[in-house]
Each structure stands twice: as structure tokens, then as C-alpha cells.
């Protein structure tokens, strides 16, 4: 679906950027996965889809040279996906600013600057023809509140709003933006979560806690990062050519339905 | 209170409830009452409320509800259409009866009651404000009618708003868990009533279930010049539920 398109994933090596990755080498793209590290947050060796970036989306300067790599190399940009992100467990009254101003800078700042900068090479992929997307990475939480994660929830939300923002401006230009929401994925950082602050009242063992959160879904599981890729992997291709501005809640049906009281 | 002082108003539904509270709200702010419902006039109903049997389903009623409001009141200027009955199935439990009866009152009682009002609003304005649900947004299960019918209550509210300012005002309130004689009934029903509830408070940041006179405050508001402003809303008052993810692991 994705033959001769050009790709950069930021969060490349955390568990769903690493998913995006193989799943867009797998349609034939050219995949750069921008991330700290070669193996992000997986562990050492346990794959290596498509070509590593060095690059933190708080430093300006990384991105710049990330995105003149790609220049260099393939000469334009057909697809960034905003994937970096972190969480922070804790009410605003114990966020410090350090805190806050970090989780913004990655989850919000590091999106404005990778798509300010990917722009003129996403431009060149539009006007070859292609149309060139960029898709972030919201959450459900942008719409309504898991407790004690206040900065986490608002940064999600300001994703969202500046996904329609950038829709909004570079539609014109042939340049689609979209957000993805996802709910529980089972990844490194969830299960981080319910081994921390995230865990049940009940205590019992992560496996425990999986099993009750399965059950609190619709469909009965938790997401998979390939999950997350198939939407990504369709949202990136033609076949979405007339979806932008919008926001894909991805999380089993969690969502829609109202918490459910244990009688 | 005299924000609705000499202002004619139908509660539908007023006798029990939130209906009730409704209607007491309206009164003590100076509205004359005119409140209906399919049985008799209810025993403890202060002599100045006019009560009129109907069942809203009915169009033939509606008009009469309308019409002997304005007959004992003049021009009737605040409709609250908060007549509705739940049902507890699937879609594939549901029967055509289920149907007929459940929209018949959610969905066609408050057409019928718009309809029926709209014209013999008087050129001042008036304000309709319609009972929705937090489960026409978000769905409570084998509530599969219920949480449509409060679908169509909020786009109906948008689209009467639209169609009918700048004379008329329509407006919607979305109640989340109000303890009624409904809900503390299922409540009773629970394998251990007071875990039960304490883990229903538990899901609230409010740190309580609503009550009747909750939804009646902002109703209240929304019928009063102090929202002259506000159409084609809906208003969830749930304390809070909503607000928060249906997964909740501290409640394991």
C-alpha cells in the first residue's frame, strides 16, 4: 500500500512506533524510526525496523538534522507519524513545572517542531503527486480523565486541537492531518502503569490486572500495537486520501460506554 | 424567588421524580404550573398546579395538555418535556411493543409536546428544555431503545433551536446516576446494597449520587432570562461521571 512512499516515525523504538515501523517496511515504504536510542524502549535487539534516527523531538537541532538526513537521502517526506510521547502519574498539586514543562515539551512541543520541520519535505512528496499525511498521536484521554494523570490528559487534548489546526492550514497544500486515540495498548508504558501507580486497589498480579482491565472492554482485550499500526498504516495510504481533521478513537469500545457500577 | 413570575409553564411527567422537583423549582420561582401524566392527579399536589391526564404519546393528548394549560393560565411560555420510561433490553430482546411504548414516550411524547407548543408561544419568547441523558452519548448496557431515544432528544433539541429562535430558546439537560424511586429499587437489588453503592460514589468525583433537585437547579436556570443567551445545548449533570474513563483500576 505504501510502495515508494517515504516515512519517518518519531518514537520509533517504543512499542507502537516500533509496530508502525515493520508494519509500513512491510508495505514497501522507506522507514526512518527517529527515536533516543536504537532500542527505545524495548529491549536490546529485539528488532530494528527500519533505519535509525538519532533524535530527541526536544531538541530542535536533532530535528533539523534528522529531516536533512531525509532530505539528503530520499528527498522528500510522504508520511511523519508523531508517535514519541511519555506519561507522568501524578494530580497537578504534585507535578512539578520541571515536570510539566517536560511532559509538554515531548508530547506537544516535540509534535509542533517535527511537523514544522517535516513540512517542506512533505510540500515536495504533495506536489510529486502523492498526499503526504501526518498523523499524531492523541488519546482518549484528550476527551475525558484517567485520575492522577492531569498534565498527561492535557497535553493529549492539545493534540488534538492542533491536529485540526494543521488540517485546517495545510489541507490546501495537499498535506493530511490526523490524530489517532488509542486506549489500552499493551505496551512497555502500560504495563509500566499498572505496575506503578496504575496497579488495582486489589493488589494481585499484573496478569490480574490485565485480565479486569480485558473485561472492563466491549471487546473483551486490550489493544496491540499492530492495532495501532493498521490504522496508522490505512490513514498514511491513498485509501484515506479524503480523511483529515479527525480524530480516531481506537480502544476496543471503551468509550462508549458509561462506567459501570459493580453490583 | 420571582424569576418566573406571571410565566405559564408544562412540566410533563411532574407528578414523581424529577419531574417533581422540577415542578416545585418552577413554582417557587413564580411560574404557574400545569403538569400531567397518564394516571390520576397525584393526593399531595398543591391545589394551585393544574394537573391534566394524557399521555404525551398521543398527539390528540398533547394538544389537550397544551390547550388546558393556556385555558387556565393564558400563553404558555416554558415547556420541560421530562416524560420518559426506561427499558431494560438489547436490541435483540426488544419487543415491537418495547418499541412502540419507549418511543412512543421518549421520542414521539416529546415531538408531540414541541409540536403542540411551539405555535401559542407567546411574541415575548418562550423556553423548552428537554430531558436527555449522560446514555445518549455514551451507552449503559441492555439500555439499547433508552440510550437511542436520548440520542434523538439532543439532536431534535439542536435542530427545534435552530428551526424556532429566535422566539423560542431550546435547550437540553443530560442527568447522569439521580436517585429516584428507580434507581434506589435497583440498588435494593444488588448482591450487597451498600458495596454497591459505595462503589456507585466511588465513580463520581462529586462523591455523592445526584438528586432530583440537582437537575431541577440547572433546568431552572435554563428556563429563566439568565440563560437568554443559551440554545441548543445539552448539559450533562452527572457529578463528574463521564468526565472520567469507564476503566477505573483503583475499583478492581
Same mark, same amino acid.
Given at each position: ?140 484521554? @484528550? /476527551?475525558?480523565?484517567?485520575? #492522577?494523570?492531569? $498534565?498527561?490528559?492535557? &497535553?493529549? =487534548?492539545? !493534540?488534538?486541537?492542533?491536529? *485540526? ?26 504495563? @509500566? /502503569?499498572?505496575?506503578?501507580? #496504575?496497579?488495582? $486497589?486489589?493488589?494481585? &498480579?499484573? =496478569?490480574? !490486572?490485565?485480565?479486569?482491565? *480485558? ?39 471503551? &468509550? ?8 | ?13 411532574g407528578g414523581r421524580?424529577?419531574?417533581r ?14 403538569i400531567?401524566g397518564?394516571g390520576a392527579r397525584p393526593e399531595d399536589l398543591p391545589a394551585?398546579i393544574?394537573w391534566?391526564q ?199
Open positions: 500500500m505504501l510502495q515508494g512512499r517515504v516515512a519517518l516515525v518519531t518514537g520509533g523504538r517504543g512499542g507502537i512506533g516500533r509496530a508502525i515501523c515493520a508494519r509500513f517496511l512491510h508495505e514497501g515504504a522507506t522507514v526512518y524510526a527517529a527515536d533516543l536510542s536504537d532500542h527505545g524502549s524495548m529491549e536490546a535487539g529485539a528488532g530494528d525496523a527500519g533505519r535509525f534516527i538519532r533524535m530527541d523531538v526536544t531538541s530542535e537541532a536533532e530535528i533539523r538534522a534528522a529531516m536533512e538526513t531525509v532530505a539528503g537521502d530520499s528527498g522528500r517526506l510522504d508520511i511523519l507519524v508523531n508517535a514519541a510521547g511519555i506519561e507522568l502519574e501524578h494530580t497537578i498539586e504534585h507535578t512539578s513545572l520541571d515536570d510539566w514543562n517536560r511532559i509538554f515539551a515531548i508530547n506537544v512541543t516535540g509534535t509542533f517542531l517535527a511537523a514544522k520541520h517535516a513540512l517542506p519535505l512533505l510540500r515536495k512528496a504533495s506536489a510529486g503527486g502523492s498526499t503526504a499525511s501526518i498523523i499524531n498521536f492523541g488519546s482518549y484521554d @484528550g /476527551f475525558i480523565a484517567d485520575p #492522577g494523570l492531569a $498534565a498527561y490528559c492535557a &497535553t493529549k =487534548g492539545a !493534540v488534538h486541537a492542533l491536529t *485540526r489546526a494543521m488540517a485546517c492550514d495545510h489541507g490546501p497544500e495537499g498535506i493530511r492531518v490526523n490524530a489517532i486515540c488509542p486506549g489500552y495498548v499493551d505496551t512497555p508504558m502500560l504495563r @509500566g /502503569f499498572f505496575s506503578g501507580a #496504575g496497579s488495582g $486497589a486489589g493488589g494481585g &498480579t499484573l =496478569g490480574d !490486572v490485565l485480565d479486569k482491565v *480485558r473485561e472492563v472492554h466491549p471487546t473483551r482485550s486490550c489493544g496491540t500495537p499492530e492495532d495501532v499500526a493498521n490504522l496508522v498504516n490505512w490513514l498514511a495510504s491513498d485509501e484515506a486520501r479524503y480523511a483529515s481533521g479527525q480524530l480516531w478513537v481506537l480502544d476496543g469500545g471503551l &468509550t462508549a460506554q458509561v462506567q459501570q457500577m459493580k453490583f | 424567588m420571582t424569576a418566573l413570575a406571571g410565566k405559564a409553564a408544562i412540566v410533563t411527567g421524580g424529577i419531574g422537583a422540577v415542578t416545585e423549582a418552577l413554582r417557587a420561582a413564580g411560574a404557574d404550573l400545569t400531567c397518564r394551585e393544574l391534566v394524557g399521555d404525551v404519546s398521543r398527539a390528540d393528548d398533547a394538544a389537550r395538555i397544551c390547550a388546558e394549560a393556556r385555558a387556565e393560565f393564558g400563553p404558555v411560555s416554558i415547556l420541560v418535556n421530562n416524560a420518559g420510561i426506561q427499558i431494560e433490553k438489547t436490541v435483540t430482546e426488544t419487543t415491537d411493543d418495547d418499541w412502540d411504548r419507549l418511543i412512543g414516550a421518549n421520542c414521539r411524547g416529546v415531538f408531540n409536546m414541541c409540536r403542540a407548543f411551539i405555535p401559542q408561544v407567546p411574541e415575548t419568547g418562550g423556553s423548552i428544555v428537554n430531558l436527555g441523558s449522560v446514555s445518549g452519548e455514551v451507552a449503559d448496557p441492555s439500555m439499547a431503545i433508552y440510550n437511542a431515544s436520548k440520542g434523538f432528544v439532543h439532536a431534535l433539541t439542536r435542530s427545534i433551536a435552530v428551526d424556532h429562535g429566535p422566539r423560542i430558546r431550546c435547550n437540553a439537560v443530560r442527568p447522569g446516576w439521580i436517585m429516584t424511586d428507580m434507581a434506589e429499587a435497583g440498588f435494593a437489588l444488588a448482591h450487597d446494597p451498600e458495596r454497591a453503592r459505595a462503589d456507585a460514589i466511588a465513580r463520581h468525583p462529586a462523591g455523592r449520587l445526584g438528586a432530583p433537585q440537582d437537575v431541577a437547579g440547572a433546568i431552572l436556570w435554563l428556563v429563566s432570562d439568565a440563560a437568554g443567551f443559551v440554545t441548543g445545548q445539552s448539559f450533562t449533570i452527572d457529578g463528574g461521571l463521564t468526565s472520567a474513563s469507564p476503566l477505573q483500576p483503583r475499583l478492581f
